[in-house]
Nanobody, 127 residues
Framework: QVQLVESGGGLVQAGGSLRLSCAAS????????MGWFRQAPGKEREFVAA????????YYADSVKGRFTISRDNAKNMVFLQLNSLKPEDTAVYYC????????????????????WGQGTQVTVSS
């Protein structure tokens, strides 16, 4: 079984920054792509960012491209999401997720490809 635990959320003013962390345990972390998704009140969960299992490729939603950066440290079983230039519309619960299939080559932006999820961390951006 895979366990994912997010941390780093909080309240920040518009234009500010946060760094989200996700600690993974339970299987060979470096073999699986990781992603971040978010869900705002009254809205569906949406893709934010993903990183290839090798760390060589990253993927972003258009709404966060240029502001957010995903990274991973396979030695520490950690994945990070740096959030810069935050906007009130970034307010949401942010979830870390791990793909179900090892060495996947597609589906990085699709939530159905992720079989393991953390409990979420709240990010609130005030205007």
């Amino acid at each position: 079984q895979v366990q994912l635990v997010e941390s780093g959320g909080g309240l920040v003013q518009a234009g500010g920054s946060l760094r989200l962390s996700c600690a993974a345990s339970g299987r060979t972390f470096s073999s699986y792509a990781m992603g971040w998704f978010r869900q705002a009140p009254g809205k569906e969960r949406e893709f934010v960012a993903a990183i290839h299992w090798s760390g060589d490729n990253t993927y972003y939603a258009d709404s966060v491209k240029g502001r957010f950066t995903i990274s991973r440290d396979n030695a520490k079983n950690m994945v990070f999401l740096q959030l810069n230039s935050l906007k009130p519309e970034d307010t949401a619960v942010y979830y870390c997720a791990a793909q179900t299939t090892a060495y996947a080559t597609w589906g990085f932006t699709t939530s159905a490809r992720y079989g393991y999820w953390g409990q979420g961390t709240q990010v609130t951006v005030s205007s």
